[in-house]
T-cell receptor
Framework: GAVVSQHPSWVICKSGTSVKIECRSL??????MFWYRQFPKQSLMLMAT?????????EQGVEKDKFLINHASLTLSTLTVTSAHPEDSSFYIC???????????FGPGTRLTVT | EDQVTQSPEALRLQEGESSSLNCSYT??????LFWYRQDPGKGPEFLFT???AGEEKEKERLKATLTKKESFLHITAPKPEDSATYLC????????????FGGGTRVLVKP
């Protein structure tokens, strides 16, 4: 069964509003989680690393003030897209490593559409 | 900088027609190479992890192999339900748990 969940699975919002996406590890604790975005027919691009109890680490070119990440517990990370614009429309996916095998498990993704 | 290149970009197969997908990589020090399957509108599903050259892993009709420069995902006698995008990713030593993904190979298996 699924080991990482995301909520919501899809969201439509108006330009200028903020949207929060949740990522939960279901049966394990994750001190680190990762956020990706994926455009149609393209691969996953890492946006940021979410660290429990400390600041997130953002990849080059990702605006930290626009994509706010909070990792408040060992099973929950949130991504907030602030002042969303149509160009932020994308498929956002989170992942978490499980155990000591370095294997990462991905959530089902969240489809964001900004109108 | 770690790089992952997958080929071909797309592959159309007849049911039962075996084939191989390639994943070439350059990484400072390889901790692990990962294969995922992704269906449209869904998150990637974990398939395999390979850690060292010469390692092989199998799951149903899929077999993954690893050399020092590339990995292959062999699909034996594919079925239409094997249609998906297959993603390859590397994890470098010293990079935490970060994954660097290739562009993926879209596989379509026709009945």
């Amino acid at each position: 069964g699924a080991v990482v969940s995301q909520h919501p699975s899809w969201v439509i919002c108006k330009s200028g509003t903020s949207v929060k996406i949740e990522c939960r590890s279901l049966d394990f604790q994750a001190t680190t989680m990762f956020w990706y975005r994926q455009f149609p027919k393209q691969s996953l691009m890492l946006m940021a690393t979410s660290n429990e109890g400390s600041k997130a680490t953002y990849e080059q070119g990702v605006e930290k003030d626009k994509f706010l990440i909070n990792h408040a517990s060992l099973t929950l990370s949130t991504l907030t897209v602030t002042s969303a614009h149509p160009e932020d429309s994308s498929f956002y996916i989170c992942s978490a490593p499980r155990g000591n095998t370095y294997e990462q498990y991905f959530g089902p993704g969240t489809r964001l559409t900004v109108t | 900088e770690d790089q992952v290149t997958q080929s071909p970009e797309a592959l159309r197969l007849q049911e039962g027609e075996s084939s191989s997908l390639n994943c070439s990589y350059t990484v400072s020090g390889l901790r692990g190479l990962f294969w995922y399957r992704q269906d449209p509108g869904k998150g990637p599903e974990f398939l395999f992890t390979l850690y060292s050259a010469g390692e092989e892993k199998e799951k149903e009709r899929l077999k993954a192999t690893l050399t020092k420069k590339e990995s292959f995902l062999h699909i034996t006698a594919p079925k239409p339900e094997d249609s998906a995008t297959y993603l390859c990713a590397v994890q470098a030593i010293g990079a935490g748990n970060k994954l660097t993904f290739g562009g993926g190979t879209r596989v379509l298996v026709k009945p």
